[in-house]
T-cell receptor
Framework: GDSVTQMEGPVTLSEEACLTINCTYTATGYPSLFWYVQYPGEGLQLLLK?????DKGSNKGFEATYRKETTSFHLEKGSVQVSDSAVYFCALSDQYSGGGADGLTFGKGTHLIIQP | EPEVTQTPSHQVTQMGQEVILRCVPI?????FYWYRQILGQKVEFLVS????????KSEIFDDQFSVERPDGSNFTLKIRSTKLEDSAMYFC????????????FGPGTRLTVL
């Protein structure tokens, strides 16, 4: 079945450091890929998405590129802020795997801590 | 901006009791989902619902669970006889009809089974 693997946390960085959170996936079809963010005490918010190979999703200074050849969708940001502290989830939706199934498959989440 | 809402925000119940979690989707959305997140673990898909029927369900979604959209507005998840291991955050998500459309999540209901 489909699966998402992302780097274990917590990841602790200083403000203005560069960030990369690795995410790789396995899927039977042609998935759409997502990054969701969960701030403390809140629900899941979509951060960015990409729906086909070589697409780049971007939002709030975060970027991720859909790499089909490496089955990856790594999240990057050039300069993190304290307010970026949250849990980040990589996810996929494999609507074309057959049966029209499109429940999201999530990774375990990466807890990011940014220190001032 | 329209958003998905969920009630209650926190539900405490005794083991063996029935609970109903409610979700109000964004108004033009047609696909509805329930997910759960046990404390400290990943978000897990439970069920998807379209055109008044279940379109997909996971192994977690056994006979104790049911979903319905009774009044064309609320989308509900019912757990018939709660167990301790049902304690989790339950998220509703909804999307429009586009094949690559994003699922928008509600803030969640924290269910505590004692």
């Amino acid at each position: 079945g489909d699966s998402v693997t992302q780097m274990e946390g917590p990841v602790t960085l200083s403000e203005e450091a560069c960030l990369t959170i690795n995410c790789t996936y396995t899927a039977t079809g042609y998935p759409s890929l997502f990054w969701y963010v969960q701030y403390p005490g809140e629900g899941l918010q979509l951060l960015l998405k990409a729906t086909k190979a070589d697409d780049k999703g971007s939002n709030k200074g975060f970027e991720a590129t859909y790499r089909k050849e490496t089955t990856s969708f790594h999240l990057e940001k050039g300069s993190v802020q304290v307010s970026d502290s949250a849990v980040y989830f990589c996810a996929l939706s494999d609507q074309y795997s057959g049966g029209g199934a499109d429940g999201l498959t999530f990774g375990k989440g990466t807890h990011l801590i940014i220190q001032p | 901006e329209p958003e998905v809402t969920q009630t209650p925000s926190h539900q405490v119940t005794q083991m063996g009791q029935e609970v109903i979690l409610r979700c109000v989707p964004i108004s033009n959305h047609l696909y509805f989902y329930w997910y759960r997140q046990i404390l400290g673990q990943k978000v897990e898909f439970l069920v998807s619902f379209y055109n008044n029927e279940i379109s997909e369900k996971s192994e977690i979604f056994d006979d104790q669970f049911s979903v319905e959209r009774p009044d064309g507005s609320n989308f509900t998840l019912k757990i018939r006889s709660t167990k301790l291991e049902d304690s989790a955050m339950y998220f509703c998500a909804t999307r429009t009809s586009g094949a690559t459309d994003t699922q928008y999540f509600g803030p969640g209901t924290r269910l505590t089974v004692l």
